[in-house]
């Protein structure tokens, strides 16, 4: 795996909200917290930023959850990253973490990824990195679903151009729904402020990239046949995850979103630090997968 670095882009995991779609089992621990078969379900949409070469990442969680998620992730250099926290005291909606995470971002262009989406696909790591080295306007990911007024909803002209976007329309104009995953240039600090809270009293991240659209600055990737995108909010979709990645893993021998494999495989650790990760991992089926790597590199 080649790596192309962005290091001037920045990341948010946003990994706030109280999950109440799979109450009760969220009621003691934050959902994106939950595993997906062998590991917790944050690493995935994390393994997507780092897919995409960003090592800069902010990890916005509430107050309550904050200590697990420093636990879990550390400062980062484990993985020759850099983890920062942030918190969102209350539901204020997707937007509203441009706001707490502005100091962060700083002048830099940012990739933000709702902490329970889970995407796999071939082709997905040069497609981001291709989206990462955009230094203009916004990219938003689509992907074609069976029911997509429950997501927002975005259409396509035929050179790819965003027609028209909803989010939740009570009769769906596009079988594309947008994903959790989002990438911008700078410009969204000023274009986030701006934007008021819906009926619902959130700012809503449709606000945001229909901002951009106004400018002419919104592109969308489709994530196509052979791709799989899955929203891990409830109980059903939380299983089917879990599910889809066993037989993947299973079948192909390979893990999907190990975060240790992706920091080695880019050169951002070296294999005497994977090691000590595996060691510190004790003997489990996960730590004797990254053994395997190092066996036969």
Known sequence: MTMQFRENRKGILLAGGAGSRLHPATLGVSKHLLPVYDKPMAYYPMSALMLAGIRDVLIVTTPEDSGNYQRLFGDGSHLGMRFEYAQQAKPGGIAE??????????????????????????????????????QRGATLF?????????????????????????????????????????????????????????????????????????????QAEVLGRGFVWLDAGTPESLLEAGTLVQA????QGLKIAC???????????????????????????????????????
Do not use: H, M
Not at 106 to 125: A, E, H, R, W
Not at 190 to 197: F, G, I, M, N, T
């Open 248 to 251: 993947i893993e299973q079948r």
């Open 97 to 134: 973490v441009f706001e707490i995470a502005a100091e962060f971002i700083g002048d830099s262009p940012v990739c933000l990824v709702l902490g329970d989406n889970i995407f796999y696909g071939q082709g997905f790591t040069p497609q981001l990195q291709a989206v990462a080295a955009r």
């Open 142 to 218: 689509a992907y074609p679903v069976k029911e997509p007024e429950r997501f927002g909803v975005v259409s396509l002209g035929a050179a790819g151009q965003v027609l028209r976007l909803e989010e939740k329309p009570a009769e769906a104009f596009s079988n594309l729904a947008v994903t959790g995953l989002y990438f911008f240039d700078n410009d969204v600090l000023d274009l986030a402020k701006e934007v008021r809270p819906s009926s619902r009293g959130e700012k809503e991240i449709v606000d945001v990239l229909k901002a951009y659209q106004a400018q002419g600055t919104l």
């Open 259 to 297: 975060l240790e494999e992706i920091a080695w495989c880019s050169g951002w650790i070296t294999s005497e630090k994977l090691e000590k990760l595996i060691w510190q991992l004790g003997k489990t089926e996960y730590s004797g997968y990254l053994i395997s790597l190092l066996q036969t590199k």
